[in-house]
């Protein structure tokens, strides 16, 4: 099964948790960084097309910002995922492809109970309808809540834990819609 992981993260240099993520996946993933890729916002279509159609596994991996994703990563979906090639009569390229968001919230206080009161999964749910209307298999998400509190230890450990859920066969479907 071939991973693609598509990096979303703005400062990926300065970033402790995400690049420590990208860093520790074994070397059969394929990591992408997508602002090193693309930091003027000019995404070569044709090329994302080609990626994910090469790709059985699609992660987008990204910090969680303002309850949501970076800016790129919204562009990237808008000119990528496109009418006629991703979705509608024609769109079926995507189509049984697995489909994993990897996000870091920096804060763990997600929850009912918790500051935010909504779940990280509940924040996460366009994703999921995007999932379905695009025809892929919707994984459960991996999620680093806390990540502004790890120790290097248990950022290591995390690493670890997110190559092995990327390289498993049995990950839990949240969405199967075709």
């Known amino acids: 099964m071939k991973t693609t992981v598509l990096g979303f993260h703005p400062n990926w240099d300065q970033s402790r948790v995400n690049k ?35 790709a059985d596994r699609i992660v987008l991996q990204f910090p969680m910002y303002w ?6 990563l919204k562009q990237w979906e808008d000119n990528v995922l496109s009418y006629g090639w991703a979705y509608g009569t024609d769109g079926t390229a995507l189509d049984g492809k697995e489909l994993i968001i990897a996000v870091s919230p920096g804060a763990d206080n997600y929850g009912p109970n918790g500051f935010v009161k909504y779940t990280v999964h509940e924040l996460l749910r366009p994703f999921q309808a995007t999932s379905r209307l695009i025809g892929t298999t919707y994984i459960k998400p991996f999620v680093t809540t806390g990540s502004i509190h790890l120790t290097d230890e248990q950022l290591n450990h995390q690493a670890q834990l997110y190559n092995d859920y990327l390289l498993s066969d049995h990950l839990e479907i949240l969405g199967d819609f075709k």
């Open 20 to 54: 420590t993520l990208a860093n520790g996946l074994d070397q059969q993933i394929e990591v992408r960084n997508m602002y090193q890729l693309y930091p003027d916002f000019k995404i070569d279509v044709e090329k994302e097309h080609q990626v994910l159609e090469a």
């Open 67 to 72: 309850y949501s994703s970076p800016a790129l």
